[in-house]
């Protein structure tokens, strides 16, 4: 009798497809009225000698068909979590939802790097009004009224003694009439110069630096930017140092850099010398000590300021300055 | 400058080809821009002369140059000139030496003045230089100002009156207030200021100085008889009357940064040997009236500063070489042993008056290449943070937050013009309008006035980029504004951050139905939170340009700091952009408020410990109640228990009366200190939801 249960038993098991049918199964063999239940209970009726071996077996088969149940229950649940899975299926080769993303303009990124390597220097950074007056622009930098250097940059009047600053060097001044040296300080902002084709632009940004202290000397100067060129441009660059003038600084340099486009061979950008120019410098003029009231013989220090579009455009290749200002967003989005 | 190779070789007897004498020039700071090489294989540089180096301004200038440079002599050319044969017979007679320092001429009677007299080479060598033939007196002048660096004049003898000249100003010769006017050679009748410096004859003036003659006195096919005038003239006055006129001239420019006080008499003399070469004549006699003879100053240096300041060890001799080879003259030290020098400039170099300049000279003949680099030994200093830094974490932090929402920054010119103020139907008593800063002498029209606000920059470049095709921008920009006080003092500047979303509805797979302004308004908390700045808020706006409907001022705390919203149909009008299209949101906020509001200090709150518990609860009220009253009800509610509140849901329509809306909002709370119980928390929030319906008029939604 029992093989024929276990035998009846796993055929009905075989026969089951889903779960209801698994429960019905169940139902029937374990159920309170089920097959394994009234066997159970007709142990009752048997004599009290055989009930020991008789009881053995049919809880050996209860076991039995408990354990066949169990299988089978993890094998139905894992099928239907395939069916599930199935159909919650999608096209993932579809796109997915665009995420906009926001795109930093050339100039700000340029003059973060640039930034940012100075004030790994331990420059700090100092800001100025881009309105400014005709003392902080010019007087005040050894650029008198009725002088020749002031054809040096073409400017933008308010008034007789209010122009748009044409550089960032009044804050120098500005800075050094509120401090004592010792001073290492950046100023990255925007100048203006009344001029536009397609190297210039009516407004364009400027970085200006200054250090002051006991016992700085021109070759430090050098040394400073030297460094800086090799990070920015890469240590290979080759970089030369030639006199120049500009009224603020005495002796005053202009620094080139080999250019990085054709790599000194001459092209158009380098107008064929193969070298381009990337900075203005030049250890402090006294004059400009005497202004705001340093002590020449106790202090030097150098300046220096480069056009942060120039470099921008070496950079990055791009050969209409105006571009950067145009914010065409296909422009606007390769950077 | 343009320099004729086969010129310059004259005067220097150089080996090297021209290529290596430019990178000798430039690194000793006479940068050449360019070499351009002729058909009979002269070549000519283009050597970029900076303001302070006029002596740099002539053939012999660039010689003398190179000759310190190579420390090799340089030569002038032949001058000489034969005797006078005879009176001047002119009255010369300078009545401002202020403003004329010397002035020296010499007649020449009986020359034959032609104009294609001038021989080929010298005919080349002006056309090298830019500068054209015209006659044989006027092109050997100009050839001489080419050579020597000095201008001269040439004027018809015949025709200045009363055989007198005079140097003046009209005030000076007519009295104040006088003015005057004098047609130039280029046939333009000029008004003159009345203290522009000017050549008169007995009656009128002859020509501005050292700006341009006068046509009357011209030299021309006619003339017999010249006047040739070499004076030296006080150049800024020079500058302040060529501007005046806006009138450059070769001359003109170089008395305007200075001439050679010394090489006026060559000049005239060469000038002179020239003109009777090549016109022939009679020197009748000569003038030279000099009142005050030129004194170079005395410098004195010091080779220990020269070799602190450039981080060089130089002996005193070798300083001594480079200055002399520059024609320094270089004096005893007034005690032998010591390292001062005393140095005379030449009279050429009016550029170097200071122990800074004359450093400067040394280095640039000893080179800058051959100066070593070093890094300085930097002075530690605790400063407290730079002003600058601060703003700049600020400003970051806003772009940051900017960029990560997609926005895209833009920059933009600091102008606009009255133009961009209508449009946005900006009042006259806003200080957007009142404010404004006037450029006297803008590129355009349009770009007259320094921003008030960053937003009509924005709208331009919508625009241009709309018409490129872009159907979605989100643009943003970080600039100052410039606001006037109506005094003399510099106007107030303040950083705005502002920015501008668009979004055409196009058919799209992933539907997204947010109203444009709640992504903007998002946006905008995000900027505030992520600087930790809270107490922030929003009420309608009355900005003119923005949609009555769809627009609101930003506060924080009670201090207006911007304003948010779509931009009203009636503007958008009179844009390039097609009406059906979506109307772009704008946003634009004051900086300087944000940054006063920053609380730096970060004070760690522990997490709660206890579980909370949160209800929903759904209110009817007028429909025109703004859904942030129900916010502020909930909050003010003296309960320590509501930890938070918010609205998550917002209806009309369907079993909502005309005229009313729905509000759905849920309340979390939360006790520090122990588990809240289900029926207190029922209490309590029957309680919130009567003192909410109460302020607000509303009712429970059943
Ligand atoms: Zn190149």
């Known amino acids: 009798m029992t093989k024929d249960l276990k035998r009846v038993f796993l055929e009905e098991l075989r026969s089951v497809k ?105 420059f700090g950074i100092e ?150 120019e990337i900075l203005g410098a030049g250890m402090v003029n006294p004059v400009v000590f005497e202004n705001v009231g340093y002590d020449t013989e106790e202090f030097s220090g150098f300046a220096f300021g480069m056009g942060v579009e120039r470099i921008a455009m070496l950079k990055y290749s791009i050969d209409d300055i105006r571009l950067f200002f145009e914010n065409d967003i296909r422009f606007l989005r390769q950077f | 400058m343009l320099v004729p190779f086969q010129w310059l070789k004259e005067f220097i007897d150089i080996t090297d080809h021209a290529q290596e004498v430019a990178r000798r020039l430039t ?118 100002l080419l050579e020597l660096g000095h ?41 003159i200021s009345g203290d522009d410096l000017l050549i008169w004859d007995a009656e009128d003036p002859v020509a501005i100085a050292g700006v341009m003659g006068g046509l009357d ?27 005046r006129l806006g009138l450059k001239t070769e001359s003109s420019y170089r008395f305007e940064r200075g001439t050679d006080i010394k090489m006026l008499k060559k000049a005239l003399d060469r000038a002179t040997f020239l003109i009777r070469e090549m016109a022939g004549g009679v020197i009748c006699g000569k003038v030279d009236i000099y009142p005050k003879n030129y004194r170079p100053a005395e410098i004195e240096v010091r080779c220990e500063k020269i070799n602190k300041l450039l981080g060089l060890a130089l002996s005193s001799q070798e300083i001594v070489s480079c200055l002399k080879g520059l024609g320094f003259e270089i004096k005893d030290a007034p005690d032998k042993l010591s390292d001062r020098l005393i140095i005379k400039t030449p009279a050429y170099r009016r550029d170097v008056e200071r122990e800074a300049d004359v450093i400067e000279e040394v280095a640039r003949i000893y080179g800058y290449d051959k ?108 600039s100052k504004v410039f606001i006037g006080n109506g005094s003399s003092r510099l106007p107030e500047e303040r950083e705005h951050v502002a920015a501008i979303y668009y ?47 769809r627009s609101a001022d930003i506060f924080i705390g009670n201090d207006k700091i911007g304003y948010l919203g779509a931009i009203s149909p009636a503007v958008l009008g009179s844009l390039n952009i097609k ?21 730096e200090e970060i004070k760690y709150k522990p997490m709660p410990r206890f579980p909370c518990i949160e209800r929903d609860t759904a209110i009817v009220v007028d429909s025109s109640l703004e859904s942030s009253m129900v916010i502020k009800w909930l909050k003010l509610y003296p309960s320590e228990l509501i930890e938070d509140v918010y609205i998550f849901d917002l209806y009309y329509g369907k079993n909502i009366p005309e005229g009313k809306k729905g509000i759905a909002f849920n309340v979390r709370y939360r006790a520090s200190d122990r588990t809240l119980r289900d029926d207190e928390i029922d209490e309590l929030h029957s309680l919130l939801v009567d003192y909410v319906i109460g302020k607000t008029g509303g009712e429970l939604r059943q």
């Open chain 1, 18 to 122: 889903s779960m209801t049918d698994l429960s019905h199964l169940r139902v029937k063999y374990l159920g309170r009225k089920g097959i394994i239940t009234l066997e159970l209970r007709s142990l009752s009726s048997i004599s009290p000698a055989d009930r020991p071996a008789a009881g053995k077996k049919i809880t050996s088969i209860k076991q039995f068909i408990e354990a066949e149940f169990a299988v089978v229950e993890s094998i139905l649940k894992r099928e239907e979590l395939q069916r599930e899975l199935q159909a919650n299926c999608i096209d993932v080769t579809l796109s997915g939802k665009f995420v906009p993303f926001g795109r930093q303009h050339p100039i700000s990124r340029m003059l973060s790097e640039i930034t940012d390597i100075f004030v790994t220097m331990g």
């Open chain 1, 127 to 276: 800001e100025g009004p881009e309105v400014e007056s005709d003392y902080y622009n010019f007087e005040s930098l050894n650029i008198p009224k009725d002088h020749p250097a002031r054809d040096m940059q073409d400017t933008f009047y308010i008034n007789d003694d209010m122009v748009l600053r044409t550089h960032t060097s009044p804050v120098q001044v500005r800075v050094m009439e509120k401090a004592r040296p010792p001073l290492m300080i950046i100023v990255p902002g925007k100048v203006y110069r009344r001029d536009a084709d397609i190297t210039h632009t009516p407004m364009f940004h400027q970085i200006e630096g200054l250090m002051v202290d006991r016992g700085i000397t021109f070759s430090n100067l050098k040394g400073v930017l030297e460094a800086f060129l090799y990070h920015l441009f890469g240590p290979d660059t080759p970089v030369r140092f030639r006199p120049s003038f500009f009224p603020f600084t005495e002796p005053s340099a202009e620094v080139d850099i080999g250019c990085i486009l054709c790599g000194g061979d001459g092209c158009n950008v380098c107008k064929g010398s193969g070298w381009v």
């Open chain 2, 27 to 144: 690194m000793a700071g006479l940068e050449v821009d360019a070499l351009v090489k002729h058909m009979d294989g002269d070549i000519v540089m283009e050597v970029n002369v900076t303001p302070n180096r006029p002596d740099c301004l002539s053939i012999i200038g660039i010689a003398r140059e190179l000759s310190a440079i190579y420390k090799i002599p340089y030569r002038f050319p032949e001058h000489s000139v034969a005797a006078s044969a005879g009176e001047l017979g002119l009255n010369v007679d300078i009545l401002d030496t202020n403003l004329c320092h010397r002035y020296a001429g010499r007649v020449i009677r009986g020359l034959k003045v032609e104009a294609r007299r001038t021989p080929e080479w010298m005919q080349n060598r002006l056309q090298r230089c830019g500068i054209r033939s015209i006659n044989n007196v006027v092109d050997a002048t100009n050839y001489v």
């Open chain 2, 151 to 191: 201008p001269l004049h040439a004027f018809d003898l015949q025709r200045l009156k009363g055989s007198n000249i005079r140097v003046g100003t009209p005030e000076g010769i007519k009295g104040q207030w006088a003015m005057a006017s004098i047609e130039t050679l280029d046939g333009v009748e000029r008004e």
């Open chain 2, 217 to 243: 006195t011209e030299v021309n096919n006619s003339t017999v008889d010249i006047f040739i005038e070499s004076a030296h003239f006080h150049p800024p006055s020079i500058r302040r009357t060529s501007k």
């Open chain 2, 371 to 478: 100066i070593s680099a070093s890094l300085p030994m930097a002075t530690l200093s605790i400063d407290k943070q730079k002003e600058g830094d601060k703003r700049r974490s600020v400003k970051d932090e806003i772009s940051g937050s900017l960029l990560k929402s997609g926005f895209t920054e833009a920059i933009n010119y600091s102008f606009m013009g009255i133009q961009d103020i209508d449009l946005l139907g900006i009042g006259a008593d806003d200080s957007r309008r009142a404010g404004l800063i006037q450029i006297m002498n803008p590129l355009r029209v349009e770009d007259s006035f320094m921003k008030t606000t960053i937003i009509p920059s924005l709208i331009k470049n919508l625009v241009h980029n709309v018409l490129h095709g872009s159907r979605e921008l989100r643009l943003f920009e970080i």
């Open chain 2, 503 to 549: 979004k055409e509805r196009v058919k799209s797979l992933y539907r997204d139905d947010t109203d444009d302004f709640y992504i903007v308004k998002g946006v905008a908390e995000a900027v505030f939170n992520n600087l930790k700045i809270y107490d922030y808020s929003f009420r309608r706006s009355s900005e003119a340009y923005l949609h009555p409907g």
């Open chain 2, 579 to 599: 009406r059906h299209k979506a109307s772009p949101v704008v946003v634009e906020i004051d900086i300087e408020s944000v940054i006063s509001s920053i609380t």
